[in-house]
């Protein structure tokens, strides 16, 4: 994974946010944030039944709760405009992509549950159309249900069941609005990761994304706007803008499990999804989170940033730019936590390290810093 940086900005146009494209969370945070203060609230009602909540989960990609053995972990993730991608792909070439659009979605909910430290156990899906025409595709519909299943099987994880509403008036007529939840199972409790044994001197070790996985898909879709041949664009590959963006969202459960069976427990995890980068600061501890190494950036995702006129540090704070997934691991085991990640089909690289010191991300090959102010979800 060598470092690669995407083109500063494209001159035809003036830069593309992703304000433009319909997502501000300089608006949607501070709803998150109020919605996280009334459900702390909450938590009494978990103890009324002899249990405990684990409060360092709240504000964290999953919640947990200790049930005496062992902890339950719960997280719920809806896949996003993606699907919109696939429907206009499937106009323009006859193709049926929703096999990977339903990895995305379970992707969305798993990625986020093993954070925490927890081994995905049931998954339930939640697919609410526009009208009940939509279910008669069956060669789109066989396909969801299809790759849903493969999803669950790379995880090892129950499909439970789920809902499937006709919401005509809701959701759009012809769409699919998609999401899953996911709870899973944290034992031996040893297992919990949280954050709470994240010290300086910790290793960072970065897992590849796909593409642009299911974070930034506004933005990516505004961009065919902007290009001649919209969807069909060729990339210097020869591969499409729509197939690279419908490339599935990689699985990181493989991964964390493995880590375990080799006795390395992550001292913490994020998802780098929406937000981007910036992500490597959720948790509320203030270290210094120094960057020595980047991995390889997508071809799909230079290309957005190169059309959008993005800068590194734009880009960087939206998108994944090559990396899924984050663990922070003792130094010593970081060079194994690479290894077994690449038994799994997932390059992975040592990317920095944890000082003591300011709440900041820096970047260093870039020149980038993030700081506290800069992510905002607690």
């Not at 001159?11 to 109020?34: F, H, M, R």
């Not at 642009?212 to 065919?224: D, E, W, Y």
Request: hydrophobic share 45%; charged share 15%; aromatic share 8%.
């Amino acid at each position: 994974m060598n470092a690669q940086t995407p083109s500063s900005s494209d001159n035809s146009a003036a830069p593309l946010s992703y304000e433009q494209a319909g997502v501000n969370y300089d608006l949607i945070d501070p709803l998150k944030v109020s919605a996280q203060r009334a459900a702390a609230a909450t938590a009494q009602h978990v103890a009324a039944h002899g249990f405990a909540e684990v409060a360092a989960s709240r504000g964290e990609s999953a919640y947990v709760v200790d049930v005496g053995p062992f902890y339950i972990a719960s997280i719920v993730e809806c896949l996003g405009s993606k699907a919109l991608v696939a429907d206009e792909m499937a106009q323009l070439t006859g193709r049926s992509f929703y096999q990977g659009i339903a990895q995305d979605t379970i992707a969305m909910a798993v990625n986020d549950l093993i954070t925490v430290g927890a081994t995905p156990l049931v998954v339930q899906a939640y697919w609410a159309a526009g009208g009940s025409d939509w279910f008669s595709d069956a060669q789109r519909a066989q396909a969801l249900v299809a790759g849903w299943k493969a999803a669950c099987d790379t995880c090892g994880v129950a499909w439970g069941g789920g809902e499937t509403p006709a919401l005509a008036g809701i959701v759009e007529a012809g769409r699919i609005d998609l999401a899953a939840s996911c709870t899973g199972l944290i034992n031996p409790k040893e297992r919990l990761s949280v954050g709470d044994k994240m010290a300086a001197g910790d290793a960072i070790v970065l897992l590849a994304s796909s593409g642009i996985h299911a974070n930034g898909l506004s933005l990516a879709r505004k961009l065919t706007e902007r290009l001649p041949q919209g969807y069909l664009t060729p990339l210097a590959s020869g591969q499409t803008y729509g197939e690279a963006l419908l490339a599935p969202t990689t699985l990181y459960s493989p991964v964390t499990e493995a880590l375990y069976k080799a006795g390395i427990t992550p001292h913490y995890c994020a998802n780098i999804t929406g937000h981007g980068w910036r992500k490597l600061l959720r948790h509320p501890a203030r270290f210094t989170y120094r960057i020595h190494s980047v991995p390889a950036v997508p071809e799909v995702l230079k290309f957005i940033a190169q059309h959008a006129g993005h800068d590194d540090r734009e880009a960087y704070s939206t998108l994944n730019m090559g990396a899924g997934f984050a663990l922070f691991v003792r130094a010593e085991d970081a060079q194994r936590t690479v290894e077994i990640a690449q038994a799994q089909g997932i390059p992975a690289l040592v990317a920095g390290s944890v000082e003591e010191g300011e709440k900041q991300l820096l970047i260093e090959p870039l020149s980038i810093r993030f700081g506290d102010d800069d992510l905002q979800l607690r």
